[in-house]
Structures are given as C-alpha cells and as structure tokens.
C-alpha cells in the first residue's frame, strides 16, 4: 500500500505544479489508450475523482486527469469519444446520466467481458455489450442431439463422437473429410459391362469378405485427415488391392495416395477434391509408388496445400515405366512404379458387383455422404432422418469415394434380414467398425450402387518372377 499511496501523492504534487506532461508520457503516451479502463465495466462507480478534482473540462484537455488506481482517469468530455478512459463518476459528474452498462458474461462461474470470446464445438461465443453471449449458428459436424437421435431411434446402426471432427463445421467437414467430383456426364454415361450370370453356377454366398478370401491382400484403411483426396485414397487402395490378389501375392503394394495427389496435378484439386477417372488415367499411363516409399503427409496448416511432386517415371517399353526419382523416403530403396490397366464400369445392379467382387476383389464406389454418416459407429447404415427437424443448413451432403470389399445379411430386432455392403473409408481405423462400415444393399443408398468401378493392375510373368525374387532376397 505505502508505495502506491506515495506515488498518488506525488503524482498528485506533480500535477498541480503543472509539469504533467513528462509524467503523463510516461503513465501514458497516447490517448487511443491500448488499455482502455473501462472494458471491463466501471469497476468503482462510487469513487469521487472528477469531483476531487474540481469538476470537468470541457471539449479535448490531456491534462484533464485524476490518479486512479495504479494509473490515471480523465474528467474530459472527450475521454468516452473512442475507448472509454473516463473517471467512475464522470457520467453523473460530467454529464449527469447513468453511467453505461459494460457488460459482463457468465460462463461456468467465471466472468467474462464484452468482447471477450469462447469455442462452443464449432461456434466461436463473444460476450455482447449487453452481458449476453452471441454465439454463432453454424451446423456442427458432431451435434449431440444427432448422436442421440441415432441412438434412440431403431436405424439400425449407432453413432459416436469422433474427437477429430468435434470443433469442426458440417461444412468444413463436407469440404476438407470428402474429396471425390462427381464424375462428368460423358463418364457417368460410359458403357457398364456386359456379365452374363448363370444362376446356377453364379450363386452368390449370403456373406462374402475380400479379408478372408484373399488374407494378406486386403490394405488397411488409411486416414485422409483433413484433406479432401477421397479421390486419391480409394483409387490406390482399390488398386493396391487388386494388383495383390492378381499377382497371386507375389506383390502386395501399398499403393501411396500422396503420389496421386502431389503428382496427378492435371485437371486435379490435390486436398480440395480431384475426379476417379483422372486418377485411374495416372495410374495407368504414369503408375505409382509405394506408401512407404512415398510416405502421406497430412496438410498440417492450410488444409488444401497440396506438396510439390517428388516422383517421376518413364518408359522402359511395353507400356511399362521406371521411376526416375528415388523415394522421397530416404529409408526405402523400393521405388518401383505400379500401374493399372484401364479401369471398367460395373452395372448398377447388386448381384453383377457381388459377383465381381468374388470374382476378382474390392471394387471402387461413389457415394453420397449426409451429415448423420460422420458419426457412424457400427452397423448397417442407412441415412436417418434424424436432422429433417432442423433449419436445412443441417442437412447437407457431399460426393466421396470408397472401396466396396463383400457383403452380408443381418437380421434385425424384427426378424427382417437386412443386407449390406462391407466398405472400406479413409478416416482411420478408430472410425467406424476399424476403418470399415457396413451400408444397406439393393437399394441404392446413398447412390453407393450407382457408379462403381473395377480394375486390373498391370502384371506380366516377369513382374511376378523379378518379385517374387526381389522378395525371397530380402529375407535373406
Ligand atoms: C459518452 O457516454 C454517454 C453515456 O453513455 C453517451 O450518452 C454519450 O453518447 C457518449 N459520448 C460519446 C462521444 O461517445
Ligand atoms: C465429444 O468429444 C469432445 C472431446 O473430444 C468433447 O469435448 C465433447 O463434449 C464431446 N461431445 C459430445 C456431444 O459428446
């Protein structure tokens, strides 16, 4: 208390000689005061400082001031013009009103002042003049009362939160989650293939799994993160997939998402969505290399920086490339490049992608995704309704890209067999039913039987003798 009463006191002496200008510089340079007193409300309303001082001063008067606390207020009509600096009782000294309400918020015991914001999961909160919170209205990409609806209601699936999504907008969701163009008219309008299905011999189990026919063969789910490259992810993941079980095992690449996004730049958006076909075109007359060789690298700040291309190829003849470039892993020395032959449209009937699938493995599909599908924790998906009650910035959707590996019937609490679609996302393995969902069949939900793709990988005996060598060699 002693020092601070003393300089009061000085200040005080100060003053009156006159001399306060150098004092005042020093207190304060300016009066657009980076500190204004009152932002955070007249915290000593009945303390007498413009009536100690002798009254007010009329228009501007930097001198016109008082101590106050550790610092001075000014008794000037002209200390309330930008940030208030105004002694307690100016208002009722100097102009003889009320003094203004600065408002104060609460939340959770704790006061905040005008200006002053929070995170409320994707809405940021600013306390109003008034002592209100004003909080903005954004559709989240987690809403409680859509994971509660879920779960209450019998869909015949349950939702979850995510902690990667929460504090995300629905819309940030749909633009950095996603990733796939819908493809143009001339390439939704390509010529599905003709299967010409015996019933009999082309009897299609109840369940199928790509994992048990063909273990080892079948890649893991990856994590797109935020970078909207579905399109990218479940190209290479379908490729991966089929190069392994058609080379008998011989190879089982891991084929790398980033080559197609660093490198695949042409009518591409990198990590703000790209199209299938184009992808399928770099893969078939460029090819790509591993994940390991060609390691993913999530956008860590802008979320639609895309890294510059660090793997080329050319031709060693018979269509097949060479990668001129070492991996941009410096660990891995297996910089070999894979290609696809051109990919093929399957129709949009359930039993021919079935069939395929056994056949010859995971297929490649387009689909729809609707708010309620980011919260999807287990069992067959269908889109509820659960969001139809809310103003329609709620409901949103977006065209995304999967890899479709088998299929099942499950019977639910009413005895009905429900059929479904076993797919892989690119979300993870946390999301989900470890990376993977299960999706109605037969219906067409969310347009998931509608455009689907399969492929081949490009693979000559020699491909499969150079690795399988390549391959007992590093056993050794
Ligand atoms: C100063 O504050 C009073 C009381 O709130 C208000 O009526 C007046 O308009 C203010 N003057 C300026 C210049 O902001
Ligand atoms: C979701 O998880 C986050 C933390 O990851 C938590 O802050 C939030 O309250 C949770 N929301 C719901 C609806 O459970």
């Known amino acids: 208390m002693r020092p601070i ?38 915290r000593d309303p009945f303390g007498s400082y413009c009536e100690r001082r002798g009254g007010c001063c009329p228009g501007r008067d930097d001198l016109c001031t008082v101590p106050y606390l550790d610092t001075i207020c000014y008794c000037d009509l002209f200390c309330n013009r930008t940030v208030s600096d105004c002694c307690p009782d100016f208002w009722g000294q100097c102009l003889g009103v009320q003094p203004p309400y600065i408002g104060v918020c609460e939340r959770n015991g704790n006061r905040f002042f005008a200006g002053q914001t929070y995170k409320e999961n994707c809405n940021l909160c600013t306390c109003g003049p008034t002592g209100r919170w004003n909080c903005e209205q954004n559709a989240c990409l ?43 008219r001339t390439i939704m309008n390509m010529n599905e293939i003709q299967m010409n299905m015996d019933p009999v011999s082309d009897r299609l189990p109840l369940h199928f799994n790509s994992a048990e026919k063909w273990p080892g063969k079948i890649h893991e789910p990856l994590d797109q993160g935020n970078c909207a490259a579905s399109w990218a992810f479940s190209t290479a993941s379908v490729a991966s997939d089929r190069i392994s079980i058609q080379s008998m095992g011989h190879m089982t690449p891991q084929l790398s998402p980033q080559n197609l996004i660093s490198c695949d730049t042409r009518n591409q958006g990198g990590c703000a969505g790209g199209r299938i076909d184009g992808a399928w075109w770099y893969l078939r007359r460029r090819g790509v290399v591993t994940e390991d060789c060609y390691p993913y690298s999530p956008p860590q700040h802008t979320p639609v920086e895309v890294g510059r291309c660090m793997m080329q190829s050319r031709s060693i003849g018979r269509g097949k490339r060479q990668a001129t470039q070492r991996c941009p892993n410096p660990q891995n020395y297996h910089n070999d490049i894979y290609q696809s032959t051109p990919p093929y449209r399957l129709s949009t009937n359930e039993k021919e992608i079935m069939k395929e699938i056994m056949d010859n493995g995971p297929v490649q599909a387009i689909m729809e995704v609707h708010e309620d599908f980011f919260v999807y924790k287990s069992g067959i998906y269908k889109h509820t309704d659960v969001s139809f009650t809310k103003p329609t910035q709620y409901q949103k959707h977006g065209t995304h890209s999967v890899k479709i590996t088998g299929w099942g019937e499950e019977r639910q609490f009413d005895g009905k067999p429900r059929k479904y679609w076993i797919a892989a996302n690119s979300w993870g393995k946390n999301w989900g039913e470890n990376g993977y969902f299960r999706i109605a069949r037969g219906d067409n939900e969310c347009e998931i039987e509608a455009f689907v793709i399969g492929v081949w990988g490009r693979i000559t005996m020699e491909d499969m003798h150079n690795h399988h060598h390549q391959h007992h060699r590093r056993h050794i």
């Open 5 to 42: 009463l003393l300089t009061v006191i000085v200040l005080l002496l100060v003053v009156e000689k006159g001399t306060s200008d150098r004092i005042l510089s020093k207190k304060r340079t300016k009066r657009q005061l980076d500190n204004p007193l009152h932002v955070g409300g007249i």
């Open 142 to 184: 987690i809403e409680s009362d859509m994971i509660q609806g879920v779960n209450r209601g019998d869909y015949g699936w349950r939702a979850a939160n995510y902690s990667q999504f929460y504090g995300m907008s629905l819309d940030e969701g749909l633009r950095y989650r996603l990733g796939t163009q819908r493809p143009s």
